[in-house]
């Protein structure tokens, strides 16, 4: 038992150590992202260089999102990695209408699930609150 508490805090400490590394690489990754002020030149000039800034960009907010699925793992946070990830796909990348039909019924997938699990949870909130405590 006391084994179990010892691993379990282990665990912990090791996913913070884990999560302030991600937060290091968001920083130093915004950070680069401002220091060139040539891209947003480029922007006005050329909009072909807008979809690698849009791709940096969905990298440092998929890299927020993991920070806070790290910090606080729950179903909402790991819903909304995977729907930001798949947004991203579809968006950065060239896909094909086919890629595109799954990406939107994943995220439509995603969405409704996401949901389902809210609505379960606070199913099972108001049963545990409808409850009456009782002494012995």
Do not use: W
Not at 93 to 118: A, G, K, N, Q
Request: aromatic share 12%; charged share 25%.
């Amino acid at each position: 038992m006391k084994f179990e508490k010892y691993v379990h805090k282990i665990c912990g400490i090791l996913e913070l150590f884990v999560a302030l590394l991600v937060l290091v690489g968001i920083l130093l990754s915004i950070g680069s992202l401002i220091k060139d002020f040539l891209v947003f030149r480029d922007l006005f000039m050329d909009l072909s260089t807008f979809r690698y800034y849009l791709e940096d960009i969905f990298t440092i907010v998929i890299g927020i999102e993991f920070l806070q699925m790290l910090c606080r793992p729950n179903s909402d946070n790991i819903m909304e990695v995977l729907i930001f990830l798949v947004a991203r796909h579809m968006i950065i990348s060239e896909t094909t209408p086919y890629e595109d039909f799954v990406s939107v019924i994943s995220v439509i997938l995603l969405c409704v699930l996401r949901r389902y699990l809210h609505v379960t949870r606070e199913k099972t909130q108001g049963q545990e609150d409808d409850v009456p405590d009782r002494d012995l």
